[in-house]
């Protein structure tokens, strides 16, 4: 089995839509494949109507969180979607985007840079809007030439000139919530230091003992020191290895299926979950 359990699409920062996603999985030799758009479910029930199959979907998110001023993501796998309190404060989380993003909009012009609100939204195409619509907007207007480039300290990095803060979860609150949803909670690239700061390993010692399932090794911004120094880690703290693209279509160059997950450690997450269950395809339109 070949399960990429990292994923996103338009209904957050993807270039494929949630159909394509799901297609484009089927085509790259995938028999699983998880939807972890950014602090929304959106795009659940476009993927699963074009399910095709032979290709299984997980249904997640990648929610925005922050512990000791660093920013960190969660993936959450089969979590109840409608649970009342998670679903707040994801929503909660969604509706911070927007003025953030305008924030970096207005950081960026007052750097010089002809970057437009009109033109975010245009490249976001109704998606949960994040810092990629606006590294997009650098590539398109010339100030980088790729994605990444604009995830640096002179735009859009942590701290860098062009960012603004968000309202993000503290880890330890949305362990609890996932949780509650039935859901299962791993660690996404938590080595990834050229994104910025990374949380101590302390830290991710206290969110196991919290009920934290598993980290995200075999990741693209995880070299091999990295992926050994977390697999010990994760032996020493009892907690489950994923690997995972982090595909995002063609706003990244990373492959679908490019790293992927041990079939047993897949099934221990479904074992482990009760809010919702993985969708078998069976052959979508």
Same mark, same amino acid.
């Given at each position: 089995?070949?399960?990429?359990?990292?994923?996103?699409?338009?209904?957050?920062?993807?270039?494929?839509? #949630?159909?394509?996603?799901? *297609?484009?999985?089927?085509?790259?030799?995938?028999?699983?494949?998880?939807?972890?758009?950014?602090?929304?479910? *959106?795009?659940?029930?476009?993927?699963?109507?074009?399910?095709? %199959?032979?290709?299984?979907?997980?249904?997640?998110?990648?929610?925005?969180?922050?512990?000791?001023?660093?920013?960190?993501?969660?993936?959450?796998?089969?979590?109840?979607?409608?649970?009342?309190?998670?679903?707040?404060?994801r929503e909660?989380?969604?509706?911070?985007?927007?003025?953030?993003?305008?924030?970096? @909009?207005?950081?960026?012009?007052?750097?010089?840079?002809? @970057? &437009?609100?009109?033109?975010?939204?245009?490249?976001? =195409?109704?998606?949960?809007?994040?810092?990629?619509?606006?590294? &997009?907007?650098?590539?398109?207007?010339?100030?980088?030439?790729?994605?990444?480039?604009?995830? !640096?300290?002179?735009?859009?990095?942590? =701290?860098g000139r062009?960012?603004?803060?968000?309202?993000? !979860?503290?880890?330890?609150?949305?362990?609890?919530?996932?949780?509650?949803?039935?859901?299962?909670?791993?660690?996404?690239?938590?080595?990834?230091?050229?994104? =910025?700061?990374?949380?101590?390993?302390?830290? /991710?010692?206290?969110?196991? %003992?919290?009920?934290?399932?598993? /980290?995200?090794?075999?990741?693209?911004?995880?070299?091999?020191?990295?992926?050994?120094?977390?697999?010990?880690?994760?032996?020493?703290?009892?907690?489950?290895v994923t690997?995972?693209?982090?595909?995002?279509?063609?706003?990244?160059?990373?492959?679908?299926?490019?790293?992927? &997950?041990?079939?047993?450690?897949?099934?221990?997450?479904?074992?482990?979950?009760?809010?919702?269950? #993985?969708?078998?395809?069976?052959? =979508?339109?």
């Amino acid at each position: 089995m070949r399960i990429d359990l990292h994923c996103h699409s338009t209904a957050s920062d993807g270039t494929d839509t #949630p159909a394509e996603l799901v *297609r484009h999985a089927s085509a790259a030799g995938l028999d699983v494949v998880a939807l972890t758009d950014h602090d929304t479910t *959106r795009g659940y029930a476009e993927a699963i109507g074009a399910l095709p %199959e032979g290709l299984t979907l997980v249904t997640g998110a990648e929610l925005s969180c922050r512990v000791d001023g660093v920013s960190m993501h969660l993936l959450a796998y089969l979590f109840d979607p409608e649970e009342p309190a998670l679903l707040a404060e994801r929503e909660l989380v969604r509706d911070d985007r927007v003025p953030r993003a305008q924030g970096m @909009v207005a950081k960026l012009n007052a750097l010089g840079v002809p @970057v &437009t609100w009109e033109q975010v939204e245009r490249i976001a =195409g109704g998606g949960s809007v994040g810092r990629p619509h606006v590294a &997009t907007a650098l590539v398109e207007l010339g100030v980088v030439p790729t994605v990444s480039d604009a995830f !640096t300290e002179e735009w859009l990095a942590d =701290g860098g000139r062009a960012f603004v803060e968000k309202h993000e !979860t503290d880890p330890f609150e949305a362990i609890r919530l996932v949780k509650a949803a039935g859901g299962v909670c791993v660690f996404a690239h938590p080595a990834a230091a050229k994104r =910025g700061r990374t949380v101590p390993e302390f830290r /991710i010692a206290e969110m196991a %003992e919290a009920g934290l399932d598993g /980290i995200e090794v075999d990741h693209m911004d995880h070299d091999l020191d990295a992926r050994d120094r977390l697999r010990d880690l994760a032996k020493e703290l009892g907690l489950l290895v994923t690997g995972s693209s982090d595909y995002h279509g063609s706003r990244k160059t990373v492959a679908l299926g490019a790293y992927t &997950t041990d079939p047993e450690v897949y099934g221990e997450i479904t074992r482990r979950a009760t809010g919702a269950f #993985p969708v078998p395809g069976t052959g =979508g339109a």
